[in-house]
């Protein structure tokens, strides 16, 4: 029993720090970019996509290795890890425009934290936060599927 206490601590924890974030991101707000970016379009909070493939982790990029594409600047932390994402955007782009997958999963769109991050499927999903990203986890092929059936739309919403 205190394990499913725990549990059901965990992921109110997780859904109220959710709704948190969607309310303060102006959930209802129309026409959100296509790509989530932070404050002066800096895609991924400057994470390094590439780095997420080859490294397994974040890595923040450098401004000295940064390209834009769909409106959005892109950092990484190496010539090589440009030189990649240049040649395949879409190949190391998170999936969703950068936007937490778990939220999309429920129609909504929220911002993201670039340790919150998963590989599926050769794709890379981002979430809000770890907590999110262990609830999204739980079942990421059925939410992938409400995913990828709520984008782009949640752009609109």
Avoid at 17 to 25: D, G, I, P, R, T
Avoid at 82 to 98: C, E, I, N, R, S
């Amino acid at each position: 029993m205190p394990q499913l206490a725990r549990n059901f601590a965990a992921h109110l924890l997780a859904m109220i720090a959710l709704f948190v974030a969607l309310s303060a991101a102006g959930v209802a707000a129309a026409d959100r970019p296509a790509i989530y970016s932070a404050s002066g379009k800096l895609a991924v909070k400057g994470a390094d996509v590439v780095a997420y493939f080859t490294e397994r982790r974040a890595v923040i990029g450098k401004a000295a290795y940064s390209t834009t594409w769909r409106g959005a600047t892109w950092r990484f932390s190496s010539t090589e890890n440009l030189a990649k994402f240049k040649a395949d955007p879409a190949k190391y782009a998170p999936q969703y425009g950068g936007y937490c997958a778990y939220a999309v999963s429920e129609g909504y769109t929220a911002k993201i934290e670039p340790e919150a991050w998963s590989i599926v499927d050769g794709k890379l999903y981002l979430n809000y936060s770890l907590g999110v990203r262990s609830l999204w986890k739980r079942n990421k092929q059925e939410r992938i599927r409400k995913a990828n059936t709520n984008w782009p739309g949640v752009l609109k919403r």
